[in-house]
């Protein structure tokens, strides 16, 4: 599947922004979708993941209680709402699809689509 993200940009800490990952070639309905981010010279860093249906989610602790990832399937598009931004969530943010365990989706490598990432960046 080909992703392409989008949405990101340079905002105040405090702020909103909302991600928008648009599949294509196939249809995200039979993947996990999942949100990384990566800081140049840093491991990429798992974000948020849902399932196949949308009725899981998982995040990170940093962002828990800040970022909801949800999907469309039936627009082959996965979000990531970003509410009460922090300097510290200054990134580039990815977006990938998969077939992990639901108990693996963290896990950077078992990811196999990856879009070309979209900069967030946080002002103080």
């Known amino acids: 599947v080909q992703l392409q993200a989008s949405g990101g940009g340079l905002v105040q800490a405090g702020d909103s922004l909302r991600l928008s990952c648009a599949a294509s070639?196939?249809?995200?309905?039979?993947?996990?979708m999942g949100w990384f981010r990566q800081a140049p010279g840093k491991e990429r860093e798992f974000v948020a993941a849902i399932s196949r249906s949308g009725s899981g989610t998982r995040y990170a602790g940093s962002v828990k209680g800040r970022f909801t990832i949800t999907r469309d399937n039936a627009k082959n598009t996965v979000y990531l709402q970003m509410n009460s931004l922090k300097p510290e969530d200054t990134d580039v943010y990815y977006c990938?699809?998969?077939?992990?365990?639901?108990?693996?989706?963290?896990?950077?490598?078992?990811?196999?689509?990856w879009g070309q990432g979209t900069q967030v960046t946080v002002s103080s």
């Open positions: 990938a699809a998969g077939s992990p365990a639901w108990s693996a989706s963290s896990m950077t490598n078992l990811y196999r689509d």
């Open positions: 070639r196939r249809s995200i309905s039979n993947y996990v």
